[in-house]
Protein backbone atom coordinates (compact mmCIF):
# COMPACT_ATOMS: atom_id res chain seq x y z
CA UNK A 1 0.00 0.00 0.00
CA UNK A 2 3.21 2.35 0.63
CA UNK A 3 4.10 1.65 -2.70
CA UNK A 4 1.34 2.65 -4.33
CA UNK A 5 0.70 6.11 -2.32
CA UNK A 6 4.29 6.64 -3.16
CA UNK A 7 3.46 7.00 -6.71
CA UNK A 8 0.01 7.70 -7.07
CA UNK A 9 1.05 11.14 -8.49
CA UNK A 10 2.68 9.10 -11.37
CA UNK A 11 -0.13 7.13 -12.17
CA UNK A 12 -2.75 10.30 -11.61
CA UNK A 13 -0.19 12.20 -14.57
CA UNK A 14 -0.92 8.34 -16.82
CA UNK A 15 -4.57 8.65 -16.36
CA UNK A 16 -4.83 12.38 -17.16
CA UNK A 17 -2.99 11.48 -20.40
CA UNK A 18 -5.28 8.08 -20.95
CA UNK A 19 -8.40 10.90 -20.76
CA UNK A 20 -7.00 13.62 -22.39
CA UNK A 21 -6.21 10.97 -25.39
CA UNK A 22 -9.85 9.30 -25.39
CA UNK A 23 -11.68 12.73 -24.96
CA UNK A 24 -9.72 13.68 -28.15
CA UNK A 25 -10.17 10.70 -30.00
CA UNK A 26 -14.22 10.93 -29.09
CA UNK A 27 -14.68 14.66 -30.15
CA UNK A 28 -12.66 14.31 -33.16
CA UNK A 29 -14.04 10.96 -34.18
CA UNK A 30 -17.87 11.73 -33.55
CA UNK A 31 -17.07 14.51 -36.20
CA UNK A 32 -15.53 12.63 -38.62
CA UNK A 33 -18.05 9.40 -38.18
CA UNK A 34 -20.77 12.25 -39.17
CA UNK A 35 -19.33 13.34 -42.44
CA UNK A 36 -18.38 9.37 -43.02
CA UNK A 37 -21.62 8.84 -42.80
CA UNK A 38 -23.25 11.91 -44.46
CA UNK A 39 -20.70 10.42 -47.43
CA UNK A 40 -22.07 7.02 -46.88
CA UNK A 41 -25.75 8.36 -47.49
CA UNK A 42 -24.74 10.92 -50.58
CA UNK A 43 -26.19 9.81 -53.98
CA UNK A 44 -23.07 10.25 -55.43
CA UNK A 45 -21.22 6.78 -55.96
CA UNK A 46 -17.74 8.45 -56.99
CA UNK A 47 -18.17 9.38 -52.85
CA UNK A 48 -20.20 6.91 -51.62
CA UNK A 49 -17.63 3.80 -52.90
CA UNK A 50 -14.71 4.29 -51.58
CA UNK A 51 -15.80 5.50 -47.65
CA UNK A 52 -17.37 2.27 -47.63
CA UNK A 53 -13.86 0.34 -48.75
CA UNK A 54 -12.13 2.59 -46.41
CA UNK A 55 -13.99 2.63 -43.15
CA UNK A 56 -14.96 -1.45 -43.93
CA UNK A 57 -10.74 -1.60 -44.10
CA UNK A 58 -10.27 0.34 -41.21
CA UNK A 59 -13.02 -1.79 -39.11
CA UNK A 60 -11.01 -5.10 -40.71
CA UNK A 61 -8.14 -5.33 -39.01
CA UNK A 62 -6.54 -4.53 -35.47
CA UNK A 63 -6.37 -1.35 -34.11
CA UNK A 64 -3.09 -2.09 -33.31
CA UNK A 65 -1.97 -2.35 -36.99
CA UNK A 66 -3.60 1.12 -37.39
CA UNK A 67 -1.53 2.46 -34.19
CA UNK A 68 2.28 1.04 -36.06
CA UNK A 69 1.12 2.14 -39.65
CA UNK A 70 0.30 5.46 -38.70
CA UNK A 71 3.05 5.84 -35.89
CA UNK A 72 5.82 4.61 -38.48
CA UNK A 73 4.49 5.36 -41.27
CA UNK A 74 4.05 9.40 -40.34
CA UNK A 75 7.29 9.64 -38.97
CA UNK A 76 8.35 8.17 -42.72
CA UNK A 77 6.35 10.74 -44.50
CA UNK A 78 7.26 13.75 -42.52
CA UNK A 79 10.52 12.62 -43.51
CA UNK A 80 10.03 12.35 -47.35
CA UNK A 81 8.13 15.49 -47.13
CA UNK A 82 10.54 17.81 -45.61
CA UNK A 83 13.83 16.22 -45.26
CA UNK A 84 16.49 16.63 -43.30
CA UNK A 85 14.27 18.47 -40.45
CA UNK A 86 13.92 15.79 -37.82
CA UNK A 87 10.78 15.51 -37.92
CA UNK A 88 9.01 12.48 -36.24
CA UNK A 89 5.42 11.59 -35.37
CA UNK A 90 4.70 11.88 -31.62
CA UNK A 91 3.26 8.87 -29.49
CA UNK A 92 -0.01 11.36 -28.88
CA UNK A 93 -0.66 12.32 -32.49
CA UNK A 94 -0.10 9.14 -33.93
CA UNK A 95 -2.23 7.36 -31.03
CA UNK A 96 -5.10 10.33 -31.69
CA UNK A 97 -4.87 9.90 -34.81
CA UNK A 98 -5.22 6.23 -35.36
CA UNK A 99 -7.73 5.80 -32.84
CA UNK A 100 -9.56 8.53 -34.41
CA UNK A 101 -9.71 6.96 -37.43
CA UNK A 102 -10.89 3.78 -36.10
CA UNK A 103 -13.75 5.58 -33.38
CA UNK A 104 -14.92 7.50 -36.80
CA UNK A 105 -15.34 4.17 -39.07
CA UNK A 106 -17.21 2.35 -36.26
CA UNK A 107 -18.87 5.80 -35.43
CA UNK A 108 -20.13 6.50 -39.30
CA UNK A 109 -21.91 3.31 -39.77
CA UNK A 110 -23.73 4.09 -36.40
CA UNK A 111 -24.79 7.44 -37.55
CA UNK A 112 -25.70 5.73 -41.17
CA UNK A 113 -27.99 3.29 -39.23
CA UNK A 114 -29.59 6.55 -37.11
CA UNK A 115 -29.94 8.42 -40.30
CA UNK A 116 -31.78 5.58 -41.99
CA UNK A 117 -34.39 5.26 -38.70
CA UNK A 118 -35.87 8.87 -39.39
CA UNK A 119 -38.83 8.46 -41.52
CA UNK A 120 -38.37 10.28 -44.98
CA UNK A 121 -42.20 11.35 -44.28
CA UNK A 122 -40.64 14.03 -41.76
CA UNK A 123 -38.16 15.36 -43.66
CA UNK A 124 -40.72 15.53 -46.69
CA UNK A 125 -43.38 17.11 -44.05
CA UNK A 126 -40.08 19.67 -42.98
CA UNK A 127 -39.74 21.06 -46.19
CA UNK A 128 -43.37 21.11 -47.00
CA UNK A 129 -43.33 23.98 -44.34
CA UNK A 130 -40.21 25.84 -46.02
CA UNK A 131 -37.54 23.80 -43.52
CA UNK A 132 -34.11 24.20 -45.59
CA UNK A 133 -31.95 21.04 -45.42
CA UNK A 134 -30.12 22.75 -42.36
CA UNK A 135 -33.14 23.38 -40.35
CA UNK A 136 -34.26 19.99 -41.25
CA UNK A 137 -31.30 18.48 -40.33
CA UNK A 138 -31.26 20.50 -36.71
CA UNK A 139 -34.71 20.39 -35.84
CA UNK A 140 -35.96 17.15 -36.90
CA UNK A 141 -33.34 14.89 -38.03
CA UNK A 142 -30.60 15.19 -35.11
CA UNK A 143 -32.70 15.07 -32.08
CA UNK A 144 -34.13 11.52 -33.85
CA UNK A 145 -30.24 10.91 -34.54
CA UNK A 146 -28.63 11.58 -31.40
CA UNK A 147 -31.55 9.42 -29.59
CA UNK A 148 -30.74 6.41 -31.71
CA UNK A 149 -27.24 6.67 -31.74
CA UNK A 150 -26.69 7.47 -28.08
CA UNK A 151 -26.16 3.39 -27.11
CA UNK A 152 -23.91 2.80 -30.00
CA UNK A 153 -21.46 5.74 -29.81
CA UNK A 154 -21.28 5.13 -25.80
CA UNK A 155 -19.95 1.59 -26.62
CA UNK A 156 -17.88 3.04 -28.51
CA UNK A 157 -16.61 5.37 -26.06
CA UNK A 158 -15.86 2.84 -23.69
CA UNK A 159 -13.60 0.68 -26.33
CA UNK A 160 -11.33 3.97 -26.91
CA UNK A 161 -10.95 4.34 -23.50
CA UNK A 162 -9.34 0.61 -23.47
CA UNK A 163 -8.06 1.42 -27.08
CA UNK A 164 -5.89 3.90 -24.75
CA UNK A 165 -3.89 1.53 -23.24
CA UNK A 166 -2.14 0.08 -26.71
CA UNK A 167 -0.56 3.85 -27.31
CA UNK A 168 1.80 2.67 -24.77
CA UNK A 169 3.52 0.57 -26.62
CA UNK A 170 4.92 3.16 -28.95
CA UNK A 171 6.01 5.23 -25.64
CA UNK A 172 2.93 7.36 -24.53
CA UNK A 173 3.09 7.87 -20.87
CA UNK A 174 -0.50 7.35 -20.54
CA UNK A 175 -1.66 5.27 -17.23
CA UNK A 176 -0.44 1.77 -18.94
CA UNK A 177 2.94 2.47 -19.35
CA UNK A 178 3.24 4.78 -15.80
CA UNK A 179 1.75 1.46 -14.06
CA UNK A 180 4.21 -0.50 -15.56
CA UNK A 181 6.93 1.67 -14.54
CA UNK A 182 5.74 1.46 -11.01
CA UNK A 183 5.77 -2.24 -11.27
CA UNK A 184 9.49 -2.32 -12.92
CA UNK A 185 10.57 -0.27 -10.15
CA UNK A 186 8.95 -1.85 -7.28
CA UNK A 187 8.69 -5.19 -8.47
CA UNK A 188 5.49 -5.47 -7.68
CA UNK A 189 3.43 -6.16 -10.96
CA UNK A 190 0.35 -7.30 -9.43
CA UNK A 191 -0.44 -4.18 -7.46
CA UNK A 192 0.04 -2.25 -9.95
CA UNK A 193 -1.65 -3.65 -12.48
CA UNK A 194 -4.78 -4.32 -9.88
CA UNK A 195 -4.38 0.15 -9.53
CA UNK A 196 -4.50 0.18 -13.00
CA UNK A 197 -7.53 -1.90 -13.89
CA UNK A 198 -9.51 -0.40 -10.85
CA UNK A 199 -9.06 3.17 -12.65
CA UNK A 200 -10.14 1.92 -15.68
CA UNK A 201 -13.16 0.59 -14.31
CA UNK A 202 -13.53 3.72 -12.51
CA UNK A 203 -13.73 5.58 -15.91
CA UNK A 204 -15.84 2.82 -17.45
CA UNK A 205 -18.45 3.09 -14.47
CA UNK A 206 -18.96 6.78 -14.61
CA UNK A 207 -19.15 7.06 -18.28
CA UNK A 208 -22.49 4.66 -17.99
CA UNK A 209 -23.48 6.73 -15.30
CA UNK A 210 -23.36 9.21 -17.83
CA UNK A 211 -24.47 7.54 -20.89
CA UNK A 212 -27.84 6.51 -19.19
CA UNK A 213 -28.61 10.20 -17.94
CA UNK A 214 -27.82 11.09 -21.92
CA UNK A 215 -30.13 8.50 -22.99
CA UNK A 216 -32.61 9.41 -20.42
CA UNK A 217 -32.33 12.85 -21.71
CA UNK A 218 -32.86 11.97 -25.28
CA UNK A 219 -36.13 9.54 -24.68
CA UNK A 220 -37.33 12.43 -22.54
CA UNK A 221 -36.85 15.32 -25.27
CA UNK A 222 -38.22 12.96 -27.90
CA UNK A 223 -41.62 12.19 -25.40
CA UNK A 224 -41.83 16.25 -25.17
CA UNK A 225 -41.52 16.81 -29.00
CA UNK A 226 -44.53 14.14 -29.85
Known sequence: MDSVIEYLPLLL???RTTLLLAV?????GLALGMLLALA???RHGWLRAPVFA???FLRGIPEFLVLLVIYFGGTQLLGALLPGAGLEMGPFAAGLTALTLVFGAYAS???RAAFLSVPKGQIEAGRAYGFNAWQCFRHIQLPQIWRVAIPGLGNLWQGSVKDTALVSIVGLDD???KSSQA????REPFTFYLVASLMFLVITVVSMWIIAALERRASRGMTEMR
Open 109 to 111: ETF
Open 183 to 186: AQST
Open 175 to 177: LMR
Open 54 to 56: ITN
Open 40 to 42: KLS
Open 24 to 28: STAVL
Open 13 to 15: QGL
